[in-house]
């Protein structure tokens, strides 16, 4: 098994102009991993003001992974970035940065 690192990116809810937000792990896999075999991902989203203190945890659910161009660019092989949806309050979309 191999190590890849794991890039999360996403708009917060901040207005008027939303910021990126990135969250990054470390994972084991045989090969390097497609998009529909990375995990969903737990956050606090009052800190990114997607949701209420009182019901904040949302999960990160991966959307697209960026171009071949952006990761050969990046010259790591290891690293697997990807765009992801924000999910909020029992899976409901968050309205904001979801393609």
Request: hydrophobic residues 30%; aromatic residues 10%; charged residues 35%.
């Amino acid at each position: 098994m191999a190590k890849y690192k794991l890039e999360y990116l996403w708009l917060d809810g901040y207005e008027p102009v939303a910021n990126i937000r990135g969250k990054t792990q470390i994972k084991d896999f045989a090969k390097f991993p497609k998009l529909e075999e990375l995990p969903m991902w737990a956050f606090d989203g009052s800190s990114t003001r997607q949701a209420e203190g009182k019901s904040s945890d949302c999960i990160l659910k991966t959307r697209r992974g960026l171009s071949r161009r952006h990761q050969e660019e990046r010259r790591a092989r290891d690293v697997r970035s990807v765009v992801a949806r924000q999910l909020c309050a029992a899976s409901e979309q968050f309205p904001r940065g979801n393609p």
